[in-house]
């Protein structure tokens, strides 16, 4: 959408926001950039039936999935703007608009697994990094998940060396793009909802990102290598307008919680199953060849990845670094 229009609609928006809370049902817009087969798309859809059912109808959910609203960078202005109520854009997202904190979800090699992760967004960390979001005019909700994200190109990326001089897609986060550049790689920040044709045309070479991204959106139909490496994380905060938010009337807002809840444990529990069947099905399709990397190979790779470690300190501070390594690995509850 135009800047113009944007503006305009956000306008239209601002004007509409108090006489909308005070009449029956109040909307709320969730904007989000994915295909609704995915957790995140099912996600999406689990709040709004709960919300919906669970205010009596005093709440209708409008679910735009695709970016059939907005694109990336366009979404969290106009959740600013009050042109929709409701995002889930991915940790990588948040830099543009002031905070980078998130991106340390972004270090290579960062999570072994979800139960780190559960740790980290769970326990004080976590609430901590939600709490940013509220200056920039926006309530942090839930943290949900996607999964760990694969490498893909038209060559076989086996070993660091084979990454150079590749243009590769990445979403817009610094510490995404210290990751590519120790690999050689020529970073490009792009929006999702435009990959597909960049690699089909060639604009880049590769990309990377979870098996239900890349299976929903095609992209292994014109990638002909995808590696399994598992090199990095791909999760969301779902965020709400704050003024939104907090206007809503006293016995709403906690229907909404519970939805979100409820949506969250939904949504982070069908992330591994959504992810292990997409990639069950690039794989069936033959359209790329899957790679396995050797344990030599994994570690050429952790020797190359290591070094962004300490670049990242620059972006989101040694002692964010420091208190998610930490974090990862205590029980806080
Ligand atoms: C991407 O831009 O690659 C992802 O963040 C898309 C998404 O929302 O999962």
Redesign the pocket.
């Known amino acids: 959408m135009k800047s113009h229009l944007l503006a305009a609609t956000a306008a239209l928006s601002l004007a509409l926001a108090g006489p909308a809370l005070a009449q029956s049902p109040i909307v709320i817009k969730f904007s989000?950039?994915?295909a609704p087969d995915?957790p995140?798309g099912k996600g999406s859809e689990k709040f709004k039936e709960l919300a919906e059912k669970y205010t009596n109808g005093k709440v209708k959910v409008e679910v735009y999935h695709n970016s059939s609203l907005y694109k990336?960078k366009e979404e969290l202005e106009a959740l600013q703007l009050g042109a929709v109520q409701m995002l889930?854009?991915?940790n990588?997202?948040f830099g543009p608009i002031g905070v980078k904190e998130f991106e340390v979800f972004d270090l290579p090699l960062i999570l072994s697994n979800k139960q780190e992760l559960r740790r980290v967004t769970d326990g004080p960390l976590g609430k901590r990094l939600l709490k940013l979001l509220e200056p920039k005019g926006m309530v942090g909700l839930a943290y949900w998940d996607?999964g760990f994200k694969l490498m893909s190109a038209n060559k076989p990326l086996r070993n660091p060396e084979d990454f150079k001089g590749l243009k590769m897609?990445i979403?817009s986060s610094k510490v995404l793009e210290l990751q590519m550049r120790s690999l050689g790689v020529i970073p490009q920040v792009m929006?999702?909802s435009e990959?597909y044709q960049a690699l089909q045309t060639g604009v880049v070479d590769g990309?990377e990102?979870?098996p239900s991204?890349m299976y929903t959106q095609k992209m292994h139909e014109v990638q002909k290598y995808t590696t399994l490496s598992n090199h990095g994380y791909?999760g969301?905060v779902v965020v709400v307008n704050k003024k939104f938010w907090d206007g809503l009337p006293a016995d709403v807002r906690p229907q909404l919680e519970k939805a979100m809840a409820e949506a969250t444990i939904y949504s982070n529990d069908i992330s591994e199953k959504e992810n292990a069947e997409a990639l069950d099905e690039m794989k069936k399709s033959g359209k790329t060849e899957l790679i396995t990397l050797t344990p030599a190979q994994k570690d050429a790779w952790k020797t190359a990845l290591t070094p962004v470690y300490k670049d990242a300190e620059g972006r989101v501070g040694k002692a964010l670094l420091d208190e998610f390594e930490k974090a990862k690995g205590t029980a806080t509850n």
């Open positions: 989000h950039v994915v995915t995140k990336d889930a854009p991915s990588s997202k996607n897609r979403q929006a999702f990959v990309q990102n979870t991204n791909i969301y």
